[in-house]
């Protein structure tokens, strides 16, 4: 039980490392961008600031979007492949089934690619 939660909570610190270096990242481009435009006009440098703080936060749900489906469907994999291989061992009829719910599992990973493609494809 004890391991469990050391696992759980080492992933937990380790999405939150990734999750403050995108947002620094995300930010340190955003400052670079604005001292750039500061030297050209006005309204070019408020609407490139926009531009900049716009596809910082698309970049960060892309990120997100992506990072916790694939964790959710890790854990979701990791409860339900032991589990199915299990029930196949005793009775093979539930093959059928049991890949079925760890395609379930798997699947949350895959839509969160498909989101963050979408998000992604709207920046540009």
Not at 27 to 45: K, L, N, V, W, Y
Request: net charge neutral; charged share 10%.
């Amino acid at each position: 039980m004890k391991t469990n939660l050391r696992k759980l909570i080492a992933t937990v610190l380790v999405v939150f490392a990734v999750a403050c270096f995108g947002t620094m990242t995300a930010f340190a481009t955003d400052d670079t961008a604005a001292t750039t435009a500061a030297t050209t006009q006005t309204t070019e440098t408020e609407s490139t600031n926009d531009h900049n703080t716009s596809l910082s936060v698309g970049l960060i749900a892309a990120a997100l979007a992506t990072g916790l489906a694939g964790i959710g469907g890790g854990i979701a994999v990791a409860a339900g492949a032991p589990a199915a291989i299990a029930a196949n061992s005793e009775n093979p009829k539930t093959f059928g089934k049991s890949l079925i719910f760890v395609a379930l599992g798997e699947s949350i990973a895959l839509y969160g690619l498909v989101i963050s493609i979408m998000i992604l494809s709207r920046l540009t």
